[in-house]
């Protein structure tokens, strides 16, 4: 099965993932790899420019990895996930939003690559 993307986890995500009920970390791991093979716009939704969230609704709670692509590398696509939170209003916070696009201009300066 071809994955269209690989997916990396910046250490807040996967904290996030560990701090949870491992039934519900897996089945937002589930939804990434279902998404990583297959378009599916309930999963893994646009933002804005540079941010897209991978959406789980899994026991009532809304789970959400925000994330943005890296293209960088000629050879593979990243989806790099930054951190994750249980979303309690219909709209994401626009300081969860700041603060993925805080740790992409991190990630892009350590890699040495201009935005």
Same mark, same amino acid.
């Given at each position: 099965?071809?994955?269209?993307?690989?997916?990396?986890?910046?250490?807040?995500?996967?904290?996030?993932?560990?701090?949870?009920? $491992? +039934?519900?970390?897996?089945? *937002?791991?589930?939804?990434?790899?279902?998404? /990583?093979?297959? %378009?599916?716009?309930? =999963?893994? $939704? +646009?933002?804005?420019?540079? *941010?897209?969230?991978?959406?789980?609704?899994? /026991?009532?709670? %809304?789970?959400?990895? =925000?994330?943005?692509?890296?293209?960088?590398?000629?050879?593979?696509?990243?989806?790099?996930?930054?951190?994750?939170?249980?979303?309690?209003?219909?709209?994401?916070?626009?300081?969860?939003?700041?603060?993925?696009?805080?740790?992409?201009?991190?990630?892009?300066?350590?890699?040495?690559?201009?935005?």
């Amino acid at each position: 099965m071809n994955t269209r993307f690989e997916v990396v986890f910046l250490d807040e995500a996967l904290s996030f993932l560990q701090e949870i009920d $491992k +039934k519900h970390a897996k089945k *937002i791991l589930y939804n990434i790899r279902k998404v /990583q093979t297959e %378009q599916d716009a309930g =999963l893994l $939704k +646009k933002l804005n420019n540079d *941010i897209w969230e991978f959406r789980t609704l899994y /026991q009532g709670l %809304q789970y959400r990895l =925000l994330a943005f692509w890296d293209k960088s590398s000629d050879s593979e696509t990243l989806v790099v996930a930054t951190h994750g939170f249980i979303k309690k209003d219909s709209k994401v916070p626009s300081n969860e939003i700041d603060k993925a696009i805080q740790m992409r201009v991190k990630y892009f300066n350590k890699k040495d690559i201009n935005l």
